[in-house]
């Protein structure tokens, strides 16, 4: 290798790191921001919160324990006291409703499989954590059947 590319080689590496770096610092901006806006949740009205989508509370939940959170998603139709628990420990059960199951797991699935006819619709979360694990989340009619790890 002669100078140049050397020179030209570790020019893109520094780039590369500078992206890298600015790519890391922008999701712990990102991750900070939240954190401090589910702060300030803890203190809002439940007419406030009602303005938050449910995915939203229940990572608020999380990172403040907060009951008037809590309280708010209780007032939801699709939560119930015994999905509380299950959020905060980001656990599925059978039961639950498709978006406490969402909001346990705390993320979007890779895919959705559906089937509707006249006994209902069914439902297959996939989540894929790696190649080799991967979760399998079954749903009746918006609740939780089956799980599958």
């Known amino acids: 290798m002669n100078g140049e590319q050397t020179k030209c080689n570790s020019i893109w590496y520094v780039v590369a790191l500078l992206?890298?770096?600015?790519?890391?610092?922008?999701?712990?901006?990102?991750?900070?921001?939240?954190?401090?806006?589910?702060?300030?949740?803890?203190?809002?009205?439940?007419?406030?919160?009602?303005?938050?989508?449910?995915?939203?509370?229940?990572?608020?939940?999380?990172?403040?324990?907060?009951?008037?959170?809590?309280?708010n998603l209780l007032s939801?139709?699709?939560?119930?006291?015994?999905?509380i628990y299950y959020i905060r420990n980001n656990s599925v059960r059978i039961g639950m409703s498709e978006y406490a199951?969402?909001?346990?797991?705390?993320?979007r699935p890779n895919d959705i499989n559906k089937s509707?006819?006249?006994?209902?619709?069914?439902?297959?979360?996939?989540?894929?954590?790696?190649?080799y694990n991967v979760m399998y989340v079954y749903l009746e009619n918006g609740i939780v059947t089956s799980v599958q790890d």
Not at 76 to 83: C, I, Q, T
Not at 101 to 107: E, Q, S
Not at 116 to 131: A, I
Request: with cysteine; net charge positive.
């Open 101 to 107: 199951m969402l909001c346990a797991i705390g993320r």
């Open 76 to 83: 939801r139709p699709s939560f119930k006291e015994d999905d």
């Open 19 to 71: 992206l890298i770096v600015n790519v890391a610092g922008c999701a712990l901006a990102r991750e900070s921001m939240f954190k401090r806006k589910a702060r300030e949740m803890v203190s809002m009205s439940q007419e406030q919160l009602n303005t938050f989508s449910a995915l939203d509370l229940c990572a608020a939940l999380k990172i403040t324990g907060s009951e008037n959170i809590k309280e």
């Open 116 to 131: 509707v006819g006249k006994w209902g619709t069914h439902k297959q979360y996939v989540f894929r954590y790696d190649r």
